[in-house]
């Protein structure tokens, strides 16, 4: 007899690797790609993370949407790529569980991108000490005439 939850997991794996195997078609156009073995381990890492913050999710998971946010980013290293997606996935569940689910998926990785390739400028020590009114900051609307206004007294130093 096989166990119901193990088999939900694995289901849960292969669509994760599935679907970071056709992302691997859109990441290569900026020199990132991830192996089956990173694949795999980042599938793993995903099951672990949901744990530590205590929560549920079937499917492919969030990493897909993050690899194609990112993707494009100047401050993604090609040989760091996969350990940036899995602490990005990391972060990406502990901010759900701090804006208590009020920001969309979509939102939430817009908001991380924003901030990962300006303010952050890749770093994802500034990320962890992000707040959810950074996030939310991210999200609003340029200043009137065009221009973002520069708010570096109001981000994390």
Known sequence: MTDPMMDLMK???DATVTALRRMNDVTERYGLRLTDGQMVALAAART???AQTGRVELGEGILPK???AFADSPCIQRQEYADTLGAL???FYAF????EDSL???ELVEAMQTIFNRKAQGSLEYMEN????DLYRALRPPAIG???EDDADEWID
Do not use: F, H, I, M
Not at 96 to 99: A, Y
Not at 130 to 133: D, K, N, P, Q, S
């Open 146 to 148: 065009g221009e973002e």
């Open 66 to 68: 993050l690899a194609y």
């Open 130 to 133: 992000l707040t959810v009114a």
């Open 96 to 99: 759900k569980n701090e804006c």
């Open 104 to 106: 969309t998926d979509d």
């Open 11 to 13: 289901l849960n794996t």
């Open 89 to 91: 996935q990391d972060l």
């Open 48 to 50: 672990r993370s949901l």
